[in-house]
């Protein structure tokens, strides 16, 4: 789950590719490097962020207008500058970049060595571009020729963007598994993990497929199968803006991207949410309708943030059109060989649409013949293409690592499709049905009021930043919650969280109860109240600090908890996407409060693309 960029055109590369990794860093960071190619091809990496390739001041950098450039989020090989990328062949004449793993590298590198090949890193990358270099030199071959030959022998996932010394003028980038855009400019061509480093040059793009080859020269892109069959590319138009992928003011993507919000939830509901005539439009819902009407099951299958909304909506999509849901963590999905019948439909949840497990895990079920639904926010992604039907979640780009928008927009999403499906299999009433559409369209400015409470949430940060353990609770559809407020305060804070269901405490966690826990009930008005009343007693008989997430009108547990922060009243099946936002808010403010980097936190990334 790295960053890659590269530039070939009559700019000077290394600014575009400098900056192109930065606005990448998201993916790893670090270690990163940069190479280019002027009279011959020169390298720069280091250890550490994009900003250590500042240093390199050689002529090159000035005169180069073709390069390669990599962030890196180490997989083989622990950060270092020999580790960084971009890698050079033992022969000096290739030199690549490589987001991916090759799984097959070690028994590849056995073979190398017998051949006297000599390695400066631990890295499967070099070893890719040895064998490559071996593939070609043994047959005389093209370096297209050699990489298609080399290809078909590596197993894992890899997108490699390869440049040859005594061809300046051209790239050649291939691809399976891990996503690679190419920016179709004027005499230039951008090519790049995702489109945010190349939105402020064009709007035109090209997705690369799975085992496809791109030559690249600043005036054409042939693209071609691993069969040496030549593609048409499909050049498709950004619907991104440069300044969605900026802070606009903020102090961190991840502030922004939780005060977007309101904006991004609106993006989501429009086109498909006409309150005024109380009709919902998915279109992936409406061509498929009889599919999911006679569905006998569906299987969620996500990771992360995305598996706790798939958790959410196990419980939205049962109540209103009592379908079975069963909700999959994608890693052991893909190797639990699970039984998938006809009338399964899969449900696959990811912002990147490129998280390796959700992928493979999809790709199992459809060889299965399983029906794949596609809830992804990321516009062309592996996912979405590999899915039969979906709908996109419309929250923008999500820079932060720690996930916020994306969750809210996926909530609503699959709120939309259970309300829809609800009704086409008369599981919901007309009248509950245009209720719940007036609900969910007041939930843009009910987010805004509860973003207007965030100094109070600060003060709350502020009071338990010191601590170093936190329990969050909670119940029904709030109880996902409950884990997904864990997860963001354990990915942005590093402080240990845990989420329960609040009854499931008796059982053990209750042990951990003393006046130095925190323990955040998420306790908003619905059907479990008087029962989360009675677990709040349970801790506070043990002295625990309890925060407590309410809904503005209650008066009792406000009595009762240490701390509150409200949010307005709402139908319990929407809470979720208001009782979320004060975690996101206190994990932010906790994470500032201990000076901590809360847009790239350690040891993360924003998107998994390795398993
Ligand atoms: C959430 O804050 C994390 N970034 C992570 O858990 C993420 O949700 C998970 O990796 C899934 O990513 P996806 O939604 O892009 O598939």
């Known amino acids: 789950m790295c960053g890659i960029v590269a530039y070939i055109g009559s700019q000077k590369a290394y600014p575009i590719i400098l900056k192109g990794l930065k606005r990448l860093e998201y993916r790893g960071y670090d270690s990163s490097g940069i190479a280019l190619y002027s009279e011959q091809i020169e390298t720069c990496k280091r250890k550490g962020r994009v900003a250590e390739l500042e240093v390199w001041d050689e002529k090159i950098t000035e005169t180069a207008t073709v390069g390669i450039g990599h962030t890196r989020w180490a997989t083989h090989g622990e950060p270092s500058d020999a580790n960084a990328h971009p890698h050079t062949s033992n022969n000096g004449q290739l030199t690549l970049v490589h987001n991916g793993i090759i799984e097959n590298y070690a028994s590849l590198k056995q073979e190398l060595v017998q051949k006297g090949y000599t390695f400066k890193s631990e890295t499967d990358t070099e070893v890719l571009v040895n064998f490559i270099e071996e593939i070609q030199k043994n047959n005389d071959y093209t370096l297209e020729e050699a990489m298609r030959v080399a290809l078909k022998r590596v197993v894992g996932a890899y997108v490699i963007i390869v440049m040859e010394n005594g061809f300046p003028d051209r790239l050649v980038a291939a691809r399976k598994g891990s996503p690679l855009v190419i920016g179709v400019g004027e005499g230039e061509h951008f090519l790049a993990s995702d489109a945010s480093p190349i939105i402020e040059y064009t709007k035109k793009v090209i997705y690369v497929n799975d085992y496809e080859l791109a030559i690249i020269t600043q005036d054409e892109i042939i693209l071609k199968n691993l069969g040496n069959e030549t593609i048409t590319p499909y050049i498709q138009q950004l619907d991104m803006e440069l300044a969605q992928i900026e802070k606009g003011g903020f102090d961190h993507f991840m502030l922004k991207e939780i005060f977007d919000q ?84 899969i449900i696959a949840i990811s912002q990147s649409g490129e998280t390796a497990d959700t992928l493979v895990a999809l790709e199992r079920a459809k060889e299965q013949g399983a029906f794949i639904f596609g809830v992804v926010n990321a516009v062309g992604s592996s996912i979405a293409r590999l ?34 499906i ?51 609770l909670g119940r029904g559809y709030n109880f996902p919650v409950a884990l997904e407020g864990a997860l963001k305060l354990k990915e942005i804070s590093y402080i240990h969280a845990e989420g329960y269901p609040a009854a499931e405490m008796k059982h053990g966690p209750i042990a951990l109860v003393d006046e130095h826990l925190p323990v955040l009930f998420i306790a908003t008005k619905d059907a479990y109240y008087e029962k989360i009343v009675s677990n709040i007693q349970e801790i506070k008989a043990r002295k625990g600090k309890v925060i407590a997430v309410v809904s503005a009108d209650d008066t009792l547990i406000r009595s009762m908890a240490d701390h509150v922060m409200e949010v307005p009243e709402v139908d319990e099946l929407l809470a979720p996407l208001l009782s979320v936002i004060p975690t996101q808010l206190l994990s932010y403010y906790i994470g500032v409060e201990l000076g901590l980097d809360v847009d790239k936190p350690r040891n993360l990334a924003k998107s998994v693309t390795v398993e």
């Open 262 to 345: 309101p904006a991004s939830l609106t993006d989501c509901l429009r086109g498909r949410l006409d309150s005024e005539n109380q009709i919902l439009t998915l279109a992936g819902i409406d061509q498929h309708l009889s599919i999911f009407t006679e569905a006998k099951r569906i299987v969620i299958v996500a990771c992360g943030t995305s598996w706790h909304a798939g958790l959410v909506s196990e419980y939205i999509i049962e109540a209103l059109c009592r379908i079975p849901v069963e909700v999959e963590y994608a890693s052991e999905f893909r190797y639990r060989n699970p039984v998938i019948n006809s009338g399964d439909v």
């Open 387 to 420: 899915s039969h039907a979906g709908a996109y979640t419309h929250a923008g780009p999500e820079i932060g690592v720690a996930s916020t928008k994306a969750f809210t927009a996926q909530l609503t999403v699959l709120a939309m499709m259970a309300i829809k």
């Open 422 to 472: 609800g009704l086409e299999k008369k599981t919901l009433s007309m009248s509950e049905y245009k209720r719940y559409l007036a609900e969910l369209a007041l939930i843009p400015e009910k987010v805004k009021t509860v973003l207007d409470t965030h100094e109070a949430i600060q003060k709350v940060a502020i009071h338990y930043a010191a601590a170093r353990d936190f329990l969050f």
